[in-house]
């Protein structure tokens, strides 16, 4: 990959309130690191960018977000994709807060506190250690089981 965008656009509060440009900071800052992380090479800042774009208020609560990746592959010979998603943006969430949450309970109920490392990383764009996704997940398997994946970043375990 040499250089990437997204660009997303909507039509609810979120998107309203981002017009205000000074609002988005953290939020390009986290959905950045969420691109970047799972690279094995850095990118130069100016050959990525993922942020909230505009809003439509005709979309209501449907987000669009467009990716384009560029990238070159054996031979220098270029390679290039583009994505279009369309989700409605309030319920597109509501299974992964689910999950984190149930995993939450599994802590309380087990006495753990801090960051539990494996939910963190497979549920939220910016965890304090990011993982891969498909390792997140099988830790998330044996946290639920108990069986592993107990690892906290405040050290309880």
Request: a negative charge; charged letters at 25%; proline letters at 6%.
């Amino acid at each position: 990959l040499d250089r990437t965008y997204q660009l997303n656009f909507g039509g609810n509060t979120d998107f309203l309130n981002m017009l205000e440009r000074e609002r988005l900071e953290s939020k390009k800052i986290s959905k950045t690191n969420a691109v970047t992380s799972m690279l094995d090479y850095p990118l130069d800042a100016k050959d990525v960018h993922v942020g909230p774009s505009d809003y439509v208020p005709w979309l209501l609560d449907r987000k669009w977000c467009y990716i384009r990746m560029e990238g070159t592959t054996f031979g220098d010979v270029p390679l290039n994709a583009e994505v279009k998603l369309e989700v409605w943006d309030s319920p597109n969430s509501a299974g992964v807060v689910i999950d984190a949450i149930r995993c939450c309970k599994l802590a309380l109920d087990r006495g753990l506190g801090g960051t539990i490392v494996a939910p963190s990383a497979y549920f939220m764009k910016s965890p304090p250690r990011q993982i891969p996704d498909d390792r997140a997940r099988e830790g998330v398997e044996e946290y639920i089981k108990g069986r592993s994946g107990q690892q906290t970043l405040a050290g309880a375990s």
